[in-house]
């Protein structure tokens, strides 16, 4: 079990261009699950393998467990070997000439641990992996995911405090992929390992993170838990990054967004170039009209099995069309060209301004009113909500 602690990282693979990593600093507490999440090229590699001592930083410190692994203004270096770090790659590096239980033992014949404590070790880590009755097989005999458990245990077997993961699902099919996610959760739970895994994949890093790193051309964005990260994004990118189908954005100084924001019961006079995004899920439907609701009408409805995607457009006398995605679980009772009446839930409002950052909502005086009363909170107002604009 170890906390690794980034300050101020950089990397700059080529002089004259744009830093791979540019200042980052987070802390990984003993025995998180660190996604470090964002497009390809924006770094995460990168970061997963100074940790691992692989590559040399530019610039910055890292710490494990008090000890400086990393320090380029001082020039210390630990290199990989001495850094009691577990990595597994996207391919898993198996010595094909080597049966799965010879793969699993490799490490600790290297570390020197006498043969009786190495059999039991492997025994344990093939029970634990579900690769029992694979021992003698060679790689090439395996399929990707058997491959996959054969690689960590490979390197779980060296009880590693630190394990980093750099997109090991990414080559297995849909259903295998499922079923590895939550052998990893398990593996996270039993060993209490500290997990930092480097994914592209939205659904991946929220369904198995306690803690979700967001990058972007190099930098940090949002570092937060799953849900921080999906109901309070800290700018434009996240908050577009995060969510399939992405988040509705709509300029908050067109009328309907206007009408949306006071329907939700927010008071805002909002400056040039502000944003609103609305989540696909908290948008919600009526045939009745009321003062506040938009009218829309109903483009397209396309099943996604088990839940819908209903594409809408805003009635209104602007030129350019204003288009919303709305998403539901809810069978639709709508046609295509259907008029309907548009409210967005105030939880899945977000506020975004010219710069991209986060702008916190103000409330109707009325709202303000109801806000003090535990008795009339609306059951849709997150908590987070409430702390956002207090
Ligand atoms: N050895 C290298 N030499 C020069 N540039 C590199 C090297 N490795 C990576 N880069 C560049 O650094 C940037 C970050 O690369 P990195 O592999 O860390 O991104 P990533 O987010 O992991 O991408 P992906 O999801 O595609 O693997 C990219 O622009 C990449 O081209």
Known sequence: MSNITLNNISKCYTQGHPPAVDQVSMEIQDGAFMCVLGPSGCGKSTILRMIAGLEHLSDGEIVADGRVLDNVAKGLFIPAEKRQIGLVFQS????????????????????????????????????????????????????GGQQQRVALARTLAMNPGILLLDEPLSNLDASLRLSM???????????????????????????LATQIAVMNKGTLQQIGTPDDIYERPANRFVAEFIGNPPINMISAETKPAQQLMHQAGFSMSVSEGTQ????????????EASSSSVPVTIN?????GGAWIIELTVDQD?????????????????????????????????LFNADGKRQPFALTPKAATYRTSADVVSPDFSQSKIEDIS
């Open 318 to 350: 602007e030129t350019s069309p204003l288009n919303l995605v709305h998403t539901t679980q809810t069978p639709p009772l709508w046609q295509r060209g259907d008029q309907a009446n548009l409210k967005v839930a105030s939880h899945a409002m977000h």
């Open 92 to 143: 898993y590096a198996l010595w094909p000439h080597m049966t799965v239980a010879r793969n699993i033992e490799f490490g600790l014949r290297l570390k020197g641990l006498p043969a009786k404590e190495r059999k039991k070790l492997v025994a344990e880590m093939i029970v634990m992996l579900k690769i029992e009755g694979l021992e003698d097989r060679y790689p090439a005999q395996l399929s």
């Open 276 to 287: 609103l995004g609305l989540r696909p899920e908290g948008l919600q439907l009526s045939r």
């Open 181 to 207: 996610r939550a052998e990893l959760t398990r593996l996270h739970q039993e060993f209490g390992t500290t997990i930092v895994f480097v994914t592209h994949d939205q659904w991946e890093a929220m369904t």
């Open 300 to 304: 397209d409805i396309l099943p996604t």
